[in-house]
């Protein structure tokens, strides 16, 4: 889904289509924000390919602290050796250090391997897992439903807590809906939070988001 498009979803369920109480610039620095919530509960599979003549023979080590190529990465899930026909090998023989950000494609520790690292596979894919990284209007977010839905709570979440914590903005929202005041915020906030607490812990109930 375009971030544009999330954003729109956010206004619509804070009945301010119009953004008249929370900008859609705002929006976009919530979703900035809110997406280390998700983690470690939910990550986002990248995958990137190297050529194997650009590995350090010598050491077998792939540098993954590139935060354009790497952009938020937590780990490592999976190493494919890629040979001349285009074939994936499944490869295990590998080492995420976290710290470092270094992949070692023939830890000191490693077992005797079927096939390793060589000029046999000319390409390396490297399937990493990410913290949501940094959007803007023209990005996109790419989430499974039950994920979706519980990123739409946290961000909605953050949304009503600014809502509270900013006189002129409660002014508005009170204004624009008139049912609403600041106790039914709050009660809103607290469901919230314990929506979110339980949807993470069992992602396949996320329940749909409800409007206010």
Known sequence: ????????????????????VTPATEWIEIINSAGSELSPDVMFEN???INFSDVDGDTLQVDLSSTTAYQQIESVKTVYLIDS???QNYYDNWIFDKDTLMLNLNPDTHVEASL???????????????IIPDTIGTGDISLKKDEMNLFKKICLKEGV???LMDHLKLDRYRTLVGRSNEYVLLAISRDYAVEIENDKKN????GQVRTF
Do not use: G
């Open 1 to 20: 889904m375009q971030v544009r498009e999330f954003v729109k979803e956010l206004a619509r369920a804070t009945k301010d289509p119009n953004f008249l």
């Open 47 to 49: 995958s990137t390919t």
């Open 85 to 87: 026909d285009s074939k």
């Open 116 to 130: 390793a690292p060589s000029a046999t596979y000319p390409t390396i894919k490297i399937v990493w897992l990410s």
């Open 161 to 163: 807590r600014r809502i």
């Open 203 to 206: 992602l396949a109930n996320s």
